[in-house]
């Protein structure tokens, strides 16, 4: 025990502010209102969903977790069922074996909900582009508020693209 | 056939690797995959082509000498070929998908449920024959799978997936359960399935590049050399001494990161929270010095045909020897915690056991196999440059379990800690990149290179004007998912993500 508490004095504390919200990363007119987003605002539920990606992008969803990006520090944590969720963050293209699944989830994520595309192909198709096994970007399946390019985004602007999608323009 | 015998006939292949193809017939085929099989070698991988009229089948094989690639023509009018899934169990699903996307069936016994296949096709349309065009778009149909089911008094089933609970990649696992203990696993995966082999075909070899690098993404440095290999093998390239170099720094940058990442969620796996954060920040500052130094995080695009894109400089190797430093002092104290951690043990050890005479059996590769007992390094069996000036010690356990994976994982850290030191100390001048050449139609080149999950290989077939007609890459994966359904057998489910973890195979890589 006295090892543990030794290394957690030695490395300290790792934890840095986040970014600013993105208007520019914004797809459509804000569809929730600003009093719900309020409400959401810091204590955010988030459900991942891996529609059909690489896992480029999932190694940096990862990375949020880590001390540096500290995404629970900020009141947003990572849920295990879309029932508990605020937003889905999910990562593409959407496979055509994935399109059912991630309508079902969608469907079963409560209303109000926030929609965060994930990377290049998330946003519009990426390498993998539309073809007999691919739907392409997330948007040609469920409605999308916020995409983040990048191959993969960084958590930086990953975390950006979650914090643009739960602030409003009058902020 | 003799085995003895095929390099002598066939010729090898140009390139960096000890590859040596041969085009044989079904007896032969056969006759050489028994002798491989009881001869201790194992099968690499299995795919097939579309040859105009008629087909072919390729099996990879390992054996002492290197890899035997063999071509089975496969007649256009009955698509069939022997099975081989009774020598090799690995192979079953590599048949299955041959059959769903090319339309080719083994002959025999074994299991010919689809694989691959979900609903976005018909049964009767094969993806990857040249008739069959990438845009094809068939309207959603049914999926159904019959699970294998479990019956007895108490039994119950477990659906789990596709779409996971935490944050991992989708696929579907089937647990039949008596109370909390598994009798049996079955996974069904293919959800992320979007045409990668047939978005290859027609790209110019140049642009294959990109793509082969997102293959599966924690492995794009292995995948990007593997493919730069096949391409320089039918270009007849050799690329300048100091790309090799450079290659060999960034596949050993990307097997640390990915190893300190297991070893964080190892950890927070068995509730050792602390585990997860003291990794994920060291993890966390190998990446920003790729990024800082080499341009991407994870080093996508970094290694191409003919070389590698970026170059390092005397302050670039201070600050990758001082990051190093850094992460060895952190693993050093990190691992006696973990070993000497009685709650992290008792989770560790004897859980999801794969014995080294069940492995060898079932075809266990990579990282896995080497923690049941079964010694395949391609880095230091088939050491191609700069491997073969490094001497890369294996590192092997025999118990199979979970602990034994975390035991070759920090040995692992350890020898990749200490070949980056030995590249940097030794990296040659000169060049980085050289022009690659023109190619001719037909050739088969193969690259074959040792990632940090296990061995991967990228079966390039040439087209017409420099243009890729079929290329098949192969993720370890495809041998230790199967395994995974056994190493779970008569353990708790609840231990199930822990054994998941402790293996770590990609979805993207197997299901293309």
Not at chain 1, 51 to 70: Q, V
Not at chain 2, 109 to 132: E, I, Y
Not at chain 2, 373 to 398: I, K, N, S
Not at chain 2, 472 to 490: K, R, T
């Amino acid at each position: 025990m006295h090892q543990i508490i030794k290394q957690i004095l030695r490395t300290g504390i790792k934890t840095e502010a986040p970014p600013q919200p993105d208007e520019a990363l914004q797809l459509e007119a804000q569809r929730i209102n600003e009093r719900i987003l309020h409400q959401i605002g810091r204590a955010l539920a988030i459900r991942h969903v891996d529609a059909g990606s690489c896992n480029g992008c999932e190694l940096e969803i990862h990375c949020l977790n880590n001390a540096y990006y500290n995404i629970e520090g900020l009141g947003m944590h990572f849920v295990a069922s879309p029932r508990h969720a605020d937003m889905l963050l999910v990562t593409g293209p959407v496979s055509r074996h994935m399109e059912t699944a991630l309508k079902r989830t969608y469907d079963a994520t409560p209303e109000p909900k926030l929609v965060v595309a994930i990377g290049d192909c998330g946003c519009d198709g990426g390498i993998f582009g539309e073809s007999y096994a691919s739907c392409g970007k997330i948007a040609n399946v469920i409605p999308v508020d916020v995409a983040v390019p990048g191959c993969p985004p960084t958590p930086t602007a990953i975390l950006q693209g979650i914090m643009t999608a739960v602030s409003n323009k009058a902020r | 056939m003799k085995l003895d015998d095929f390099p002598k006939i066939y010729p090898r292949l140009p390139g960096a690797m000890p590859i040596w193809h041969g085009v044989v017939n079904a007896e032969e085929l056969r006759s050489l995959c028994t002798q491989v099989a009881h001869g201790g070698g194992k099968l690499f991988a299995l795919w097939g082509s579309d040859e105009a009229e008629q087909y072919a089948l390729h099996v990879a094989l390992v054996t002492a000498p290197g890899m035997l690639a063999l071509t089975l023509p496969v007649s256009g009018k009955h698509p069939a070929f022997p099975d081989l899934s009774d020598l090799f169990p690995a192979a079953d699903r590599m048949q299955r998908s041959v059959a769903d996307l090319l339309g080719l069936y083994p002959m025999g016994g074994g299991d010919h449920r689809k694989w691959l296949r979900h609903a976005a096709w018909p049964g009767d349309a094969h993806p990857l024959r040249k008739s069959f065009g990438i845009a094809t778009i068939f309207p959603s149909g049914e999926d159904s799978y019959p699970f294998v089911p479990v019956t007895g008094n108490g039994v119950h089933e477990i659906p789990v997936g596709p779409v996971h609970a935490g944050t991992i990649e989708p696929g579907h696992f089937r647990f039949s359960v008596v109370g909390e203990r598994v009798l049996r696993l079955e996974e069904r995966l293919g959800y992320t399935h979007k045409g990668i082999e047939k978005r290859f075909e027609g790209m110019t070899l140049e642009q294959g590049t990109r793509l082969a690098g997102r293959i599966s993404g924690d492995t794009t440095a292995g995948y990007a050399w593997a493919y730069a290999q096949a391409v320089e093998s039918v270009t007849h390239t050799t690329p300048p001494p100091r790309a090799l170099w450079l290659r060999a720094l960034f596949l050993e940058l990307e097997r640390l990161l990915n190893h300190l990442g297991d070893l964080g969620y190892l950890g927070n796996d068995v509730a050792l929270a602390f585990g997860f954060a003291q990794f994920w920040i060291l993890k966390e500052d190998l990446l920003r010095m790729n990024g800082e130094l080499f341009g991407h995080r994870y080093l996508m695009d970094r290694i191409v045909p003919g070389g590698v894109t970026v170059d390092l400089d005397s302050a670039a190797a201070a600050r990758i020897a001082g990051t190093l430093r850094h992460i060895e002092q952190n693993v050093t104290v990190l691992k006696d915690i973990y070993y000497e951690h009685a709650g992290a043990q008792d989770r560790f050890l004897t859980t999801g056991r794969v014995l080294p005479e069940l492995a060898a059996q079932l075809g266990l590769t990579g990282l896995a196999g080497r923690a049941s007992g079964l010694a395949w390094d391609a880095r230091a069996q088939f050491p191609c440059a700069p491997y073969d000036q490094l001497d890369v010690q294996m590192a092997t356990h025999r118990n199979g379990d979970v602990a034994a994976r975390v035991i070759v994982r920090f040995e692992e850290v350890a020898e990749s800690i200490r070949l980056v030191r030995l590249i940097l100390e030794r990296l040659p001048p000169g060049e980085t990149r050289c022009a690659v050449g023109d190619t001719e139609p037909g050739q088969l080149g193969i690259g074959w290179v040792e990632g940090w999950r296990g061995e991967i290989l990228v079966a390039l077939h040439t087209g017409e004007s420099n243009r890729i007609r079929r290329l098949h890459p192969h993720d370890p994966s495809w041998q230790n998912w199967p395994v995974l359904e056994h190493a779970i057998i008569g353990n708790i489910v609840p231990d199930f993500p822990l054994i998941n973890k402790s293996f770590n195979l990609s979805y993207s890589g197997v299901d293309l």
